[in-house]
């Protein structure tokens, strides 16, 4: 190899680590994604910087945490002055693409819900409107037949492929072709029309469109072609493929709705399992007794084990779809002639509660099933089989990619490469850090949840803003979280020290940038 590497990075959204055969799941098949892990570095111990997608997702582009970058619950905008990794490899020469989910900007036209809707005043935040374009994801850019050309460069790529939304109902590039596609489009999308079923689970919905047309899909057949065009060519590229399943809704299309059988899986735990449920569980324990439902489309809530199972079963569905569509890239990246010249990541931007004491999606109740994901490095340099216990997290993959393609970090990255874990490391961080900021009041908070996580080997400590409780979980002892040891006196210097820890993090979370000018 002559040139520097090319780097595949694939993303899923909202997918814990233990739901790939490669981590162990004893029902899902994901064969391809598995061969990956076969022929690279597989983090047990990799953590988001927030279980939040978009906050998240500018975490992973810039290698900030979300109280520094700016991007800090959904809704927000990643501001375009922002620099990114993938700003760097562009300015060394890559060709840089986005294809599918970038979520960098909101991507629906609802207007958020004010804190305090009593304050009119002249002047409404504590910063001037951020100069730029915030409304490229927006529904309103994709509603004529035409493809909506994209202003690029889109926070350092110039080929944007964008898929907005989630499920069968995505919009964005994908809306208007899958208009174009098909003359009967509106009975497609058309919820009277839902394809028969006996399922009863929230959100689960036997979409009419057929695979071929889903949204995984075509974000396949659109990286698939953007990798026959490097054929032959010797500028080195940086392509994120980001797939918008298998989040809910639990939607996959055809063979795949019914792949699975919900008898087939166990959950993780039941509400009675946990010794001492917190607030945030005992109020969706309360929730499900009055009746259950959502505050929102994405507030998480309690389900009976029947209906648990079948958004297992039917995430499982998706998650098969995506590793078949993961099977034919890497192929493309084959019959391209570039696969011994690239280096393949996977990885999830989050997790999802998915079963654990009952519960679905993700909130702001810190467990690990919604802050450890799945990662996946596989190098050209070294395609053996290795697995790792060290403590990685988002913030730290944009460092990695860089030193890998031998260029230094920018200014206030807080990131720190963990490249020597795919040459063989088994250690990278003491602790991390991973925040969690609500835009809404829900999960029995009576404001916007503010939670704040350390992370060690040993150890998961949570503290939640105005809060007289907090969690403290033994790792080793407990890994499925079911005895908060907050309040034990037994674990009161344990406590005192992963305060101690929390603390130096926090002071840390200053924006480094800009460097001063001039000595004074």
Same mark, same amino acid.
């Given at each position: 190899?002559?040139?520097?590497?090319?780097?595949?990075?694939?993303?899923?959204?909202?997918?814990?680590?233990?739901?790939?055969?490669c981590? =162990?799941?004893?029902?899902?098949?994901?064969?391809?994604?598995?061969?990956?892990?076969?022929?690279?570095?597989? #983090?047990?111990?990799?953590?988001?910087?927030?279980?939040?997608?978009m906050?998240?997702?500018?975490?992973?582009?810039t290698?900030?945490? *979300?109280?520094?970058?700016?991007?800090?619950?959904n809704g927000?905008?990643?501001?375009e002055?922002?620099?990114?990794?993938?700003?760097?490899?562009?300015? %060394?020469g @890559?060709?840089?693409?986005?294809?599918?989910?970038?979520?960098?900007?909101?991507?629906?036209?609802?207007l958020?819900?004010h804190? +305090?809707?009593?304050l009119?005043?002249?002047?409404?935040?504590?910063?001037k409107?951020e100069?730029?374009? @915030?409304?490229?994801?927006?529904?309103?850019? @994709?509603?004529?037949?035409?493809?909506?050309?994209?202003?690029t460069?889109?926070y350092?790529?110039?080929?944007?492929?964008m898929?907005? =939304?989630?499920?069968?109902?995505?919009?964005?590039?994908?809306?208007?072709?899958?208009?174009?596609?098909?003359? +009967?489009?509106?009975?497609l999308?058309? /919820?009277?029309?839902?394809l028969?079923?006996?399922?009863?689970?929230?959100?689960?919905?036997?979409?009419? !469109?057929?695979?071929?047309?889903?949204?995984?899909?075509?974000?396949?057949?659109s990286?698939?072609?953007?990798?026959?065009?490097?054929?032959?060519k010797?500028?080195? #590229?940086?392509a994120?493929?980001?797939?918008?399943? /298998?989040h809910?809704?639990?939607?996959?299309?055809g063979?795949?709705?019914d792949?699975?059988?919900?008898? +087939? #899986?166990?959950?993780?735990?039941r509400?009675?399992?946990?010794e001492n449920p917190?607030?945030?569980?005992?109020?969706a324990?309360?929730?499900?007794?009055?009746g259950?439902?959502?505050?929102?489309?994405?507030?998480? #809530?309690?389900?009976p084990?029947?209906?648990?199972?079948?958004?297992m079963?039917?995430?499982?569905?998706? $998650?098969?779809?995506?590793d078949?569509?993961? =099977? %034919?890239i890497i192929?493309?990246?084959?019959?391209? =002639?570039?696969?011994?010249?690239?280096?393949?990541?996977?990885?999830a931007d989050h997790?999802?509660?998915m079963?654990?004491?009952?519960?679905?999606?993700?909130?702001?109740?810190?467990?690990?099933?919604i802050?450890?994901?799945p990662? !996946?490095w596989?190098?050209?340099m %070294?395609?053996?089989?290795h697995?790792? /216990?060290?403590?990685?997290?988002?913030i730290?993959?944009?460092?990695?990619?860089?030193?890998?393609?031998?260029?230094?970090p920018?200014?206030?990255?807080?990131g720190?490469?963990?490249?020597?874990?795919?040459?063989?490391?088994?250690?990278?961080? +003491?602790?991390?850090?991973?925040?969690?900021?609500?835009?809404?009041?829900?999960?029995?908070f009576?404001?916007?949840a503010?939670?704040r996580?350390?992370?060690?080997?040993d150890?998961?400590?949570?503290?939640?803003?105005d809060?007289?409780?907090g969690e403290?979980?033994?790792l080793?002892?407990d *890994?499925?979280?079911?005895?908060?040891?907050w309040?034990?006196?037994?674990?009161?210097?344990?406590?005192?020290?992963?305060?101690?820890?929390?603390?130096d993090?926090? $002071?840390?979370?200053?924006?480094?940038?800009p460097r001063?000018?001039?000595?004074a």
């Open positions: 190899m002559t040139r520097k590497p090319n780097f595949l990075y694939i993303m899923v959204d909202q997918q814990r680590a233990d739901w790939l055969g981590y =162990g799941h004893p029902v899902v098949k994901t064969p391809n994604i598995d061969a990956l892990a076969a022929q690279g570095t597989r #983090f047990d111990e990799f953590h988001v910087a927030t279980p939040v997608c906050p998240n997702r500018a975490s992973f582009m290698g900030r945490m *979300p109280s520094v970058h700016g991007l800090r619950y927000c905008t990643l501001p002055r922002a620099n990114t990794f993938v700003d760097v490899l562009k300015a %060394d @890559y060709a840089t693409a986005t294809i599918g989910k970038s979520h960098l900007q909101p991507f629906t036209d609802m958020a819900q804190p +305090d809707p009593g009119n005043g002249p002047i409404a935040e504590a910063w409107p100069a730029g374009s @915030y409304d490229r994801e927006e529904p309103e850019r @994709y509603v004529e037949g035409d493809r909506y050309e994209f202003p460069p889109y350092g790529f110039d080929h944007v492929d898929v907005t =939304g989630h499920g069968d109902r995505a919009g964005g590039h994908y809306r208007q072709w899958f208009r174009n596609k098909h003359s +009967d489009w509106k009975d999308c058309d /919820p009277a029309n839902q028969p079923h006996s399922y009863t689970c929230p959100q689960a919905y036997r979409t009419p !469109i057929p695979e071929d047309s889903y949204p995984t899909a075509y974000i396949k057949e990286a698939r072609e953007y990798l026959a065009n490097t054929a032959d010797d500028q080195p #590229f940086f994120f493929v980001s797939f918008s399943d /298998p809910h809704p639990f939607n996959p299309p063979k795949y709705w792949m699975y059988d919900p008898d +087939d #899986f166990e959950l993780p735990s509400f009675e399992d946990h917190p607030p945030p569980l005992q109020e324990r309360q929730v499900f007794e009055n259950g439902g959502q505050k929102t489309p994405q507030t998480a #809530f309690m389900a084990d029947r209906e648990v199972r079948e958004a079963a039917l995430t499982a569905g998706m $998650i098969t779809m995506i078949d569509a993961v =099977g %034919d192929q493309s990246l084959k019959d391209a =002639g570039q696969f011994e010249n690239t280096v393949i990541i996977f990885n997790g999802d509660y079963g654990d004491f009952n519960m679905l999606l993700k909130g702001a109740w810190a467990t690990r099933s802050n450890r994901v990662m !996946i596989s190098d050209p %070294d395609r053996t089989e697995a790792t /216990p060290a403590l990685a997290s988002t730290d993959i944009s460092a990695t990619i860089l030193e890998r393609a031998e260029l230094d920018y200014f206030g990255m807080q720190q490469s963990f490249l020597a874990c795919v040459h063989g490391a088994n250690h990278h961080r +003491d602790s991390l850090l991973i925040e969690y900021n609500d835009g809404l009041t829900r999960m029995g009576d404001k916007p503010r939670v996580s350390v992370v060690t080997q150890w998961q400590f949570s503290v939640y803003k809060q007289d409780w403290l979980y033994d080793k002892k *890994p499925r979280q079911t005895r908060n040891l309040a034990d006196e037994a674990y009161r210097e344990t406590k005192a020290r992963l305060f101690e820890t929390l603390s993090h926090l $002071i840390g979370q200053m924006d480094e940038s001063s000018s001039r000595m």
